[in-house]
Antibody, heavy 117, light 107 residues
């Protein structure tokens, strides 16, 4: 069964760059037809889609974050990554990675990122 | 961008009740809508995709309907495990959006 596990910087200083990785196990990230997304949830708030990378390598980002976001895939390591630059306190959230077929059928457990000096 | 609006924001109900949550899209999304359930401290769980298709393993008391701009999630007979927050998500375009969530509370 496919599993996803987020990892990365839990505490980031304002104006710096957030890096997160999602390790895929129980299946290949190169399996055709899937998209690999990042979703976040600020404390006490709802879900916000950040962006995704398609199996072809195409990327799509939330317009509100597009200037700061990069999602990439490392097929050799069976993982994908999120880079979010120039972070502020508003980027404090639980970050989830997901597999999708447009809807998201497999989720990681999430990782908390706090932006603070 | 396509905006998704859920109602109500909070719903109080009792075990055994039939409940309905509504999700409205700012423009037509055909049937490209999913519903998720989230419990505190956990990742969301897919319940319904393509507006009315039940994800494998999800109890039959959950059902979804609608197309175009108006959609509903119905739980036919609430169970204690169903008290959670529910989100809709559109995937009509390459830019996904979620509704703001509906918290289902015990009355």
């Amino acid at each position: 069964q496919l599993q996803l596990q987020e990892s990365g910087s839990g505490l980031v200083k304002p104006s710096q760059t957030l890096f997160l990785t999602c390790a895929v196990s129980g299946g290949s990230i190169s399996s055709g037809g899937y998209s690999w997304s990042w979703i976040r949830q600020p404390p006490g708030k709802g879900l916000e889609w950040i962006g995704y990378i398609y199996h072809s390598g195409s990327t799509f980002y939330n317009p509100s974050l597009e200037s700061r976001v990069t999602i990439s895939v490392d097929r050799s390591k069976n993982q994908f990554s999120l880079k979010l630059s120039s972070v502020t306190a508003a980027d404090t959230a639980v970050y989830f990675c997901t597999r999708g077929l447009d809807y998201m059928d497999v989720w990681g457990i999430g990782t908390t990122v706090t932006v603070s000096s | 961008d396509i905006q998704m609006t859920q109602s109500p924001s909070t719903l109080s109900a009792s075990v055994g009740d039939r409940v309905t949550i509504t999700c409205r899209a700012s423009q037509s999304i055909s049937s490209w809508l999913a519903w998720y359930q989230q419990k505190p401290g956990k990742a969301p769980k897919l319940l319904i995709y393509k507006a009315s298709s039940l994800e494998s393993g999800v109890p039959l008391r959950f059902s979804g309907s609608g197309s175009g701009t108006e959609f509903t999630l119905t739980i036919s007979s609430l169970q204690p495990d169903d008290f959670a927050t529910y989100y809709c998500q559109q995937y009509n375009s390459h830019l996904y959006t979620f509704g703001q969530g509906t918290k289902l509370e015990i009355k």
